[in-house]
């Protein structure tokens, strides 16, 4: 069996203690790689005296972005137990049945997300509920300052076929699935991130997206602590400060990932005129696809902006295009990274032609094994070995991938994944609803949003709009709302009964009325 035995953060102190590792941009603290080893000891000996965790238990963090966040990832691999990020974004129902699902044994909790959190939890049974307060006096920070005292810890040795994270995605039945991510993924994703962005022990990235997403976590902040480099952190997305940062060569930023909406609200501020980003070693989009008027935008000002694809099961990126493509092969996603295998097959699965559009099928060390606690999953995602992700893409004559569509119904909106199944389950509890289809429709600001087209039962009492994406709210995700109401006589179906979403209108919606846009924060 390989063996896993290299704990970055431990490795790191003993050949380069004083580099700064991680810098928290909301709470001013910093860390150099002593400094966070020796909070991750303490940290772990917290969990694993006072709360008796070990192999295999999991340990759920629903914070923002911060170092902590990544203290409980580090802490989780000396234990050595599981770690799971919270999408904060979810409701206190979604978080329920993930911590039900996961086995949460303990929940460390930031201060916007105490009471959802506490609810949750409570009713998922998870036994110990701890505040994070981003290094304000909390449970976390006195459970570590009463556990620092003592020698390094040992590090226990682990196959790379070990579970590090399980990080829950969308679910076309409605509830979401735990993708299973191990040590051995993380390992491929950092080999083919050097050979494809040039990351290095110099490197210094800015984090904005969530560590609850996949490439929040691994696209760049694992990658970078394992080879020594520096991360900045940034709580939440903020345009302003965002674009300061990495428009300054002073900063020393070298790396940076975002989505198209994080470009979009860069671009519209005032500052943005006289920014420049020359000084930057790679970027990249990622999400959905760029307008190819934002990547020549931001060409202008000196950033060679790379179009990459992946998803969660697949630990991040799986194709990256490089940057002296960019001019050459516009609109496309680029090669596969190593550690892939890539198909593009048909409904029968069989391989397509170059330009012509299939679902895209990946295999290899940095697919995920399978989802937690979900044979049905499991047996519906793989075929004959191959991933089946879901998305129709094509390849052209010099094996350069384009994404085409959702193979699914799936939309993404603000970065966010978004399945219909689910929302629509919501919305059929209306007693005045007799069917609902909910697709993704083009919006300049978000990418995609929601349009639920409802049938009304005959002789149903008269429901609004309003009424529909209030119940939506105290349901689900604020990002999961549909952003329109669209009420029909009937729905188109097929002779089986299905109904059929591609004869559904979804021209771009105008300006979002009062009331019924969509927020991210």
Known sequence: MARCTYDWIRHHRQIIPGKLALIDL??????????????????????????????????????????????????????????????????????????????????????????????????????????????????????????????????????????????????????????????GMVDCLVAHLVAKVGLSTDTVSLTVLPMFHISGLNTYVNPVLCLGGTNFVMRTFDASQCLRLIADPEAGLSHFMGVPTHFLFMSELPQFQAARFDHLVSVISGGQAVPIPMVDLFASKGMRLQQGWGMTEACSLILLLSKHDIETKRGSVGLPVMNVDIRIVDAQFNDVTPGEVGELLVRGPQISPGYLNNPAANASQWHEGWFRTGDAFRIDEDGYYYIVDRWKDMYISGGENVYPAEVERVIVELDQVLEVAVVGIPNDRWGEVGRAFIALRNGAPEIGPGAVIDHCRTKL???????????????????SGKIQKHVLPRTPLAPAPAGQSVEFS
């Open 26 to 183: 909301h709470s001013s603290r910093s860390y150099t790689y002593a400094a966070l080893d020796e909070r991750i000891d303490a940290l772990t000996r917290f969990l694993e005296q006072r709360f008796t965790i070990a192999r295999d238990d999991t340990v759920a963090v629903l914070c923002h972005n911060s170092t902590d966040v990544l203290e409980v990832q580090f802490a989780c691999r000396r234990l050595p137990a599981r770690f799971l990020p919270l999408n904060w974004r979810l409701t206190a129902a979604e978080l329920e049945y993930i911590m039900r699902d996961a086995g949460v044994s303990v929940l460390f909790v930031g201060p916007e997300f105490e009471a959802v959190g506490r609810e949750a939890a409570h009713a998922a049974g998870v036994p110990h509920v701890l505040t994070v307060r981003d290094g304000a006096d909390s449970d976390y920070e006195q459970g570590i300052a009463r556990h620092r005292a003592g020698a390094p810890r040992a590090i226990p040795e682990l196959s790379e076929e070990t579970v590090w994270t399980v990080m829950y995605t969308s679910g076309t039945t409605g509830h979401p699935k735990g993708a299973l991510i191990t040590y």
């Open 477 to 495: 995700a604020r990002y999961k709302v549909p952003a329109e109401v669209v009420f029909v006589r009937d729905l188109p179906h097929t002779p």
